[in-house]
């Protein structure tokens, strides 16, 4: 009989599996006990836009965000948001915070330095800068907005108060 119960597909994926559970079935041989419980939990932190993993993404070097991002950021370095991407957290920098344009936060957006918003975006939260806060046409703010100088395009919409600190 030349029927075949599993394709060859399968039995890769099958050796795969095995091979996983002899390493869960066999410890101490893989290196994790030497993983403290800390670093486990630390290590299911990680940021959503490379790896999939849910938690805030923490780093100390510029940050852009390309398309979607589900959770707090905070560097010490600046933000990048690009254009029609989607925040749906808070934003928190030591430099500049650039958030493109159509972009929508749903978040607070913090910056030691300055934070520049593109035209038509949409923020969900109080916006507070070092530096100047410039922000572009037909913008929608639905919190506070506190920064050394503020600029305004046109038909901007502020649901919340201005204050220039400088």
Known sequence: ???????????????????????????????LEDVSAKEAEEAGEGEEGEDGAEGDYEDDEDIEVDDEEENDISTSGSVTIADDADVDGSIDAGGDVDIGVNADIDGDVTAEGDITIGD???????????GT????????????????????GEDVDIDGEVEETG
């Open 120 to 130: 038509d975006a949409d923020i969900d939260g109080n916006v507070e800068a070092g």
């Open 1 to 31: 009989m030349d029927e075949q119960l599993i394709t060859p597909q399968m039995a890769g994926i099958a050796h795969h599996i095995r091979s996983l559970g002899g390493s869960g079935a066999h410890p101490g041989k893989d290196g």
């Open 133 to 152: 806060v410039t922000i572009g046409d037909d913008v929608d703010i639905d919190g506070d907005v506190t920064g050394e100088t503020v600029e305004e």
